[in-house]
């Protein structure tokens, strides 16, 4: 399991972070400068998520050293930050910094541009999700449907959308039901089977002019596969 860092003092970060990333990665975390430097020197980590105002100094500055340690200087840094001016970006740029994302931040998008930092993708690829004639946009949430060279909007629900996206996201992969309750509504949901059902059962008639579909498995899940 891929290990990542996430240096911040906002709790409420912290927590909607750890819901976002902790099923499919291991999840370390520091609220201070000093703390996240310590976190890292400890071992192996893939991925380090850093806000630039902390407590004890910023994040801008511990992201250039890490950059400049032998043996480091490859692990992709994320800045995750209310800053939104250009001159910040270019400054957590010019620090060493991978990826840029401003708070407040949707967690499908976060997710998304992990995995292209550790695939080695672009952070503009990541945004966008292209599965035969459908587009997921994931900092809008918006799905279009491609054809006969135009793009029609098709409106989703946000939990049909993040159900579509984990279907999306690894094609041809089944997804149990208790998979996507944990992915889509959380753990701590008090969410049944049967409510995934009936979502997946409105997002199935919603895509119908597609050439994708939700199929069903039996005893097994969803997956989006051709229509036939």
Not at 18 to 37: I, P, Q
Not at 100 to 120: C, D, M
Not at 156 to 165: G, R
Not at 205 to 227: D, F, M, N, Q, W
């Amino acid at each position: 399991m891929k290990k990542i860092i996430v240096i911040d003092d906002d709790q409420d970060i912290l927590t909607l972070v750890k819901h976002t990333l902790n099923r499919e990665f291991e999840v370390g975390f520091a609220d201070t400068v000093s703390a996240g430097e310590r976190l890292i020197a400890l071992g192996d980590f893939d991925l380090v998520i850093l806000d630039e105002n902390l407590p004890d100094g910023f994040g801008s500055e511990l992201c250039q050293r890490v950059k400049s340690t032998q043996g480091k200087e490859n692990i992709p840094i994320i800045m995750l930050t209310q800053r939104k001016e250009l001159k910040d970006k270019l400054n957590a740029f010019d620090a060493g910094a991978d990826d840029y994302i401003s708070k407040p931040f949707e967690p499908l998008e976060l997710l998304a541009r992990v995995h292209a930092r550790l695939r080695g993708s672009s952070a503009a690829s990541s945004n966008i999700i292209e599965r035969e004639d459908l587009k997921l946009e994931l900092t809008s949430q918006k799905l279009t449907l491609v054809k006969d060279g135009k793009e029609i909007e098709i409106g989703l629900t946000p939990l049909e959308f993040k159900i579509l996206y984990q279907l999306a996201r690894e094609e041809g992969v089944v997804r149990s039901r208790q998979d996507l309750l944990e992915t889509v509504w959380g753990k701590s949901q008090n969410v049944i089977d049967r409510t995934v059902d009936q979502h997946v059962s409105k997002l199935r008639k919603k895509i119908e002019g597609s050439r994708l579909t939700v199929k069903s498995l039996h005893k097994k899940g969803y997956l989006l596969a051709s229509v036939l």
